[in-house]
């Protein structure tokens, strides 16, 4: 069936930079949209940054535009978020996510695939 796997959470200072990345096994290898989401303690899951198939079509929300940078490898089964110039409101659980029926999605309701998510952290 496949799964999605993050890592490279952690704890950074405001300014500072974390790549997340997400590794595709199984059915969700073959995603046409992969994402990244977010949510922070008693918020909504909210839209951060996605990607199409061959990588040229990318989409950020507002708040992370400019700062955040979605790659995607599809011989390395990868999808990476580059995060820089951090800010705490930046606080929360990251989710990867595929979408096998959507091309350029964002909003959360055309996902299929949700990984377990990862920590992150930005300290003022």
């Known amino acids: 069936q496949g799964q999605l796997v993050e890592s490279g959470g952690g704890l950074v200072q405001a300014g500072g930079s974390l790549r997340l990345s997400c590794a595709a096994s199984g059915r969700t290898r073959s995603s046409n949209t992969m994402g990244w989401f977010r949510q922070a303690p008693g918020q909504e899951r909210e839209f951060v940054a996605a990607?199409?198939?061959?990588?040229?079509?990318?989409y950020y929300a507002d708040s992370v535009k400019g700062r955040f940078t979605i790659s995607r490898d599809n011989a390395k089964n990868t999808v990476s978020l580059q995060m820089n110039n951090m800010k705490p409101e930046d606080t929360a659980i990251y989710y990867c996510?595929?979408?096998?029926?959507?091309?350029?999605?964002?909003?959360?309701?055309?996902?299929?695939?949700w990984g377990q998510g990862t920590q992150v952290t930005v300290s003022s």
């Open positions: 996510a595929g979408s096998s029926t959507y091309h350029g999605a964002t909003s959360l309701r055309m996902y299929d695939y």
């Open positions: 990607i199409n198939w061959s990588g040229g079509i990318t």
